[in-house]
């Protein structure tokens, strides 16, 4: 169907992103991965004050990029069959790892199920900072002036994205976990950790991302949508860069976040929801992400809705689920 403010399907099932990539994108991702894989973890788990009768709770702690300590929730089944299969779990924008609760319906499945509390948002990860200019709030643009000035290793997102990837291998190397059978699902800033966590761990086999953000930037700018989730865009212009003499720098830089260039690395089946009226995660670009995915893909399509609870969806990501 048309779209009042994005493009319309048949457009959308062929387009591929205007915000440019940087050429040495994957030598970036390279060195970063490189660097991580020289951390020491640390890993430590603390019980939890929840307990469930088939399930053991845990804070789980590590040492991530840049020292800092990240945090993340642990439960594993009390009975079934091990090695058995896990998910990883990734939250929204500004939030957490959610409760206890909601994660003990995959744990009665014989899950063991990781929700990472993202550094520097709602949960107990700790921020080492360390960057130039805004640090009050502004994920996407935390440490984009020192990435301007040849440093794109300070952005926030890339040390983020290398956590889940961090926790990822914590929980493939757990003696009860099938590294072979572990598969990764969030909404919106959850969907973009999720891509970006199977796109640097190949290993995660299945992922269900929804409606994803931390995509196509100058697509959100273009079409008048830096409000919200990407309003923090519109604020680094304003006070950074008001004429916008830096513009094809910026959004060069932010390249090097953007999920769409990840997403050819991804080797996992692929079940993807999406609202074709989200105007926090415009459509075009979800699917200049979506149509990157070479591995196998689904995307169930909710013409009527925004960036809103989808009818069903989370019955559909758990028996997809299940198949692992």
Same mark, same amino acid.
């Given at each position: 169907?048309?779209?009042t403010f994005d493009l319309p399907l048949e457009q959308l099932k062929?387009?591929?992103?205007?915000n440019p990539r940087p050429a040495d994108f994957d030598a970036f991702w390279e060195k970063s991965l490189a660097e991580l894989s020289s951390i020491d973890p640390q890993v430590e788990l603390v019980p939890a004050e929840f307990q469930a009768p088939f399930a053991q709770c845990f804070h789980l702690y590590f040492t991530g990029a840049g020292g800092a300590r990240?945090?993340?929730? +642990? +439960?594993?089944?009390t009975q079934g069959h091990s090695p058995h299969p896990a998910l990883l779990m990734f939250h929204g924008y500004t939030g957490d790892s959610g409760d206890w #609760?909601?994660? +003990?319906?995959?744990?009665?499945?014989? #899950?063991?199920?990781?929700?990472l509390d993202c550094r520097g948002q709602a949960g107990l990860s700790e921020d080492t900072g360390g960057v130039t200019g805004n640090t009050l709030y502004g994920h996407i643009i935390r440490g984009l002036a020192d990435a301007l000035k040849g440093s794109p290793e300070k952005l926030l997102f890339r040390n983020i994205f290398l956590d889940t990837v961090e926790l990822a291998r914590i929980v493939m190397d757990?003696?009860?976990?099938?590294?072979?059978r572990v598969g990764a699902t969030g909404w919106?800033?959850?969907?973009?950790l999720t891509v970006a966590c199977a796109a640097l761990e190949p290993r995660i086999k299945r992922i269900a991302p929804v409606y994803p953000f931390l995509s196509d930037y100058k697509r959100v700018w273009e079409v008048d949508l830096a409000r919200d989730a990407y309003k923090e865009i519109q604020d680094f212009f304003r006070h950074s860069d008001p004429t916008h003499r830096l513009e094809d720098a910026v959004f060069e830089k932010l390249g090097y976040i953007d999920i769409q260039f990840l997403a050819p690395r991804i080797r996992a089946d692929v079940l993807w929801g999406i609202g074709l009226m989200d105007t926090i995660c415009p459509p075009s670009t979800q699917f200049a992400v979506y149509n990157k995915i070479v591995a196998p893909k689904r995307m169930v399509i909710y013409p009527d809705f925004a960036h809103e609870p989808l009818p069903g969806l989370y019955d559909q990501i758990f028996q997809f689920m299940l198949g692992l």
């Amino acid at each position: 169907m048309p779209l009042t403010f994005d493009l319309p399907l048949e457009q959308l099932k062929t387009y591929q992103g205007i915000n440019p990539r940087p050429a040495d994108f994957d030598a970036f991702w390279e060195k970063s991965l490189a660097e991580l894989s020289s951390i020491d973890p640390q890993v430590e788990l603390v019980p939890a004050e929840f307990q469930a009768p088939f399930a053991q709770c845990f804070h789980l702690y590590f040492t991530g990029a840049g020292g800092a300590r990240v945090h993340a929730k +642990l +439960l594993r089944p009390t009975q079934g069959h091990s090695p058995h299969p896990a998910l990883l779990m990734f939250h929204g924008y500004t939030g957490d790892s959610g409760d206890w #609760f909601d994660k +003990l319906g995959y744990v009665a499945a014989g #899950f063991t199920v990781a929700a990472l509390d993202c550094r520097g948002q709602a949960g107990l990860s700790e921020d080492t900072g360390g960057v130039t200019g805004n640090t009050l709030y502004g994920h996407i643009i935390r440490g984009l002036a020192d990435a301007l000035k040849g440093s794109p290793e300070k952005l926030l997102f890339r040390n983020i994205f290398l956590d889940t990837v961090e926790l990822a291998r914590i929980v493939m190397d757990m003696p009860d976990v099938d590294p072979n059978r572990v598969g990764a699902t969030g909404w919106s800033q959850g969907g973009a950790l999720t891509v970006a966590c199977a796109a640097l761990e190949p290993r995660i086999k299945r992922i269900a991302p929804v409606y994803p953000f931390l995509s196509d930037y100058k697509r959100v700018w273009e079409v008048d949508l830096a409000r919200d989730a990407y309003k923090e865009i519109q604020d680094f212009f304003r006070h950074s860069d008001p004429t916008h003499r830096l513009e094809d720098a910026v959004f060069e830089k932010l390249g090097y976040i953007d999920i769409q260039f990840l997403a050819p690395r991804i080797r996992a089946d692929v079940l993807w929801g999406i609202g074709l009226m989200d105007t926090i995660c415009p459509p075009s670009t979800q699917f200049a992400v979506y149509n990157k995915i070479v591995a196998p893909k689904r995307m169930v399509i909710y013409p009527d809705f925004a960036h809103e609870p989808l009818p069903g969806l989370y019955d559909q990501i758990f028996q997809f689920m299940l198949g692992l």
